[in-house]
T-cell receptor
């Protein structure tokens, strides 16, 4: 049971480059989300999805795009990387039954991104 | 604006003693709370939860207490073990808006053998 798989684990980008952080889960979870973790800031929600074809913005969506074409995959795209996007990125998933569903998340192991 | 706050960045405790980690929140609509544990180079893992209809929930060595009037929750670990050394995050959600959790900044716990 793989759970939530994130690739790559580490990445260095130059300012202005683009890249996609991959996230896949094999638990048939409807809800998936992306967080970034920065020192002194905790985990902040970037984007989330409650099912295939449905995405929405979180607290810090600027500079990131997402799409959800399948239940399993939820990639995060950086269109033009900036040093402010240097962070550790976590993908998470959980079951979803609409408002009132409060399931804990299963997190991936993270992607450490450095933008120089 | 941080809706969930963990004001102690770090905590050191002797093995066998009690560890108490604290968390405060500002949004009175939050009605479900979780604690996560995170080891270096790993993702957070779910530890224990509590809903607002309770004021206490126990799971083995871990107990979470909720004080709704004070908008405060705490995690007690008794007895503390060296393997408990990790960063602990509290998280809160408003069930009316679904499964979106707000996280605190984390407290790094070190249990000294």
């Amino acid at each position: 049971n793989a759970g939530v798989t994130q690739t790559p684990k580490f990445q260095v980008l130059k300012t202005g480059q683009s890249m996609t952080l991959q996230c896949a889960q094999d638990m048939n979870h409807e809800y998936m989300s992306w967080y970034r973790q920065d020192p002194g800031m905790g985990l902040r929600l970037i984007h989330y999805s409650v099912g295939a074809g449905i995405t929405d913005q979180g607290e810090v969506p600027n500079g990131y795009n997402v799409s959800r074409s399948t239940t399993e995959d939820f990639p995060l795209r950086l269109l033009s990387a900036a040093p402010s996007q240097t962070s550790v990125y976590f993908c998470a998933s959980s079951p979803w039954e609409g408002a009132g569903s409060n399931y804990g998340y299963t997190f991936g192991s993270g992607t450490r991104l450095t933008v120089v | 604006d941080q809706q969930v706050k963990q004001n102690s960045p770090s905590l050191s405790v002797q093995e066998g003693r009690i560890s108490i980690l604290n968390c405060d929140y500002t949004n009175s609509m939050f009605d479900y709370f979780l604690w996560y544990k995170k080891y270096p180079a790993e993702g957070p893992t779910f530890l224990i939860s509590i809903s607002s209809i309770k004021d206490k929930n126990e799971d083995g060595r871990f107990t979470v207490f909720l004080n709704k009037s004070a908008k405060h929750l705490s995690l007690h670990i008794v007895p503390s073990q060296p393997g408990d050394s990790a960063v602990y995050f509290c998280a809160a959600s408003d069930s009316n808006t679904g499964n979106q959790f707000y996280f605190g900044t984390g407290t790094s716990l070190t249990v000294i053998p």
